[in-house]
Every structure is written in structure tokens, then in C-alpha cells.
Nanobody, 120 residues
């Protein structure tokens, strides 16, 4: 199982970006999916997560600006980021709780990280 994230880049403050993440491989089922971020010198923090049924949990720092969504049929999770601020600058990591075809429990998988840089 591999997670491939895309969509990062450089944007001016107030701009928008959309991150996408595809889970691929011998997947039997996916539970929660979401995004974390890590800024230089800081710990990795939760940005947003979403259940199979579509319930979401969004960090207070991005609430009202970021929207998480998923497509269960395509095994993808997306993060629409609007009204970006310089403090949103970080490497963004997607994750998914995946039950592959070879195991009978959910295991966490992480994407490679995508850089988001917001200039002031």
C-alpha cells in the first residue's frame, strides 16, 4: 500500500491550494483518512481528518478556511485550503488507516509529504 500526495506549492497569502492523496495497492478497506502538517522546528500536528462516513474533525487553526473531503470509490482524500496564511507554511502529510488484502487489521500508512509555502 502506498499513499501519493500532490498539489503543494508556493502561494501568496490569501490564496488557495488543493492537496490530493491517492491510496494505491492491495487495499481491502480504508477507515479514517486525513492530513497532518509539520512546520520547521515544530511537531507534526493534525490538520483535518475524515471518516468513511464523511464525519470530519478540523483543527481550530484552519477551521473555516480548510475543507477535507474524500472519494471512497477512488481511495482519495483531498484538502482544499483557502485564505492561506504564512503560518500555514509546512510540509503536509496525508495518512490513511488501511486494511490490505493480506492482513486482518487496520494499519496506518503515510504519504511522502508535500511542501506548502505561503508568502506574505
Amino acid at each position: 500500500v502506498q499513499l501519493q500526495a500532490s498539489g503543494g506549492g508556493l502561494v501568496q497569502a490569501g490564496g488557495s491550494l488543493k492537496l490530493s492523496c491517492l491510496a494505491a495497492g492491495r487495499i481491502f478497506s480504508i477507515d479514517d483518512m486525513g492530513w497532518y502538517r509539520q512546520a520547521p522546528g515544530k511537531q507534526r500536528e493534525l490538520v483535518a481528518e475524515i471518516t468513511t462516513g464523511g464525519s470530519t474533525n478540523v483543527a481550530d487553526a484552519v477551521k473555516g478556511r480548510f475543507t477535507i473531503s474524500r472519494d471512497n470509490a477512488k481511495n482519495t482524500v483531498s484538502l482544499q485550503m483557502n485564505s492561506l496564511k504564512p503560518e500555514d507554511t509546512a510540509v503536509y502529510y496525508c495518512y490513511a488507516e488501511v486494511m490490505s488484502s493480506s492482513i486482518s487489521y487496520f494499519k496506518s500508512y503515510w504519504g511522502q509529504g508535500t511542501q506548502v509555502t505561503v508568502s506574505s
